[in-house]
């Protein structure tokens, strides 16, 4: 139990819709960042949040977006959605400067069809 | 850009030692970690080298060497509880992502 929770855990959706994804983080990490994890894959990096900032991303779409809020908790949005976003999605948290050590969420599978 | 290498699967006798190996490029480098996920779950952190050595927790132990760009995982007294897919990531220097291998399936056979 990390202490990380993602909503929804399963979801569907069709091409071309849109998708939010949300996240609580550990209690007291102010630092947020999402990843891709196809199967039998790795996760990828998409991009972190600090202080309600993005101050980093990978090499994702500007159809990937997110937010972060006052309480530390995040969103991630995708727009136009491609058969190809079908993926596992991985919230992560950690304490600013131990950047190294993060703790997962569960995740949220999302399947486009 | 940073890319590691790890082999994609290992089995290994119940009560054994395994060790996975991980090679990596990158330009500047913080450290290397280690993360095991088994099969519908979230990736879990087992380890990290900041320095070079072997760092110890229990059954599990990981080494870096920074001037052969290596480090391996070292599980000891193996549980079938152990199979799962392990990870190494690393972050590099000026950046705040982690950069993950595409993982080693690990078979713990009785």
């Known amino acids: 139990e990390t202490g990380v929770t993602q909503s929804p855990t399963h979801l569907i959706k069709t091409r071309g819709q849109q998708v939010t994804l949300r996240c609580s983080s550990q209690?007291?990490?102010?630092?947020v960042s999402w990843y891709q994890q196809a199967l039998g894959q790795g996760p990828q990096f998409i991009f972190q949040?600090?202080?309600?900032?993005?101050?980093g991303r990978g090499n994702f779409p500007p159809r990937f977006s997110g937010l972060q809020f006052p309480n530390y908790s995040s969103e991630l949005n995708v727009n136009a959605l491609e058969l190809d976003d079908s993926a596992l999605y991985l919230c992560?948290?950690?304490?600013?400067?131990?950047?190294?050590?993060?703790?997962f969420g569960e995740g949220s599978w999302l399947t486009v069809v | 850009g940073q890319s590691l290498e790890q082999p994609s699967e290992v089995t290994a006798v119940e009560g054994a030692i395994v060790q996975i190996n991980c090679t990596y490029q990158?330009?500047?480098?913080?450290?290397l970690s280690w993360y095991q996920q088994h099969d519908g779950g979230a990736p879990t952190f087992l380890s990290y080298?900041?320095?070079?050595g072997l760092e110890e927790t229990g059954r599990f132990s990981s080494f870096l060497s920074r001037s052969d760009s290596y480090g391996y995982l070292l599980l000891q007294e193996l549980q079938m509880k152990d199979s799962a897919s392990y990870f190494c990531?690393?972050?590099?220097?000026?950046?705040?992502?982690?950069?993950f291998g595409k993982g080693t399936k690990l078979s713990v056979i009785p």
């Open positions: 992560a948290s950690s304490l600013a400067g131990v950047e190294n050590t993060i703790y």
């Open positions: 209690s007291g990490h102010n630092t």
């Open positions: 949040y600090y202080r309600e900032e993005e101050n």
């Open positions: 990158t330009s500047g480098f913080y450290g």
């Open positions: 080298n900041g320095l070079d």
């Open positions: 990531a690393v972050m590099g220097a000026g950046s705040y992502q982690l950069t």
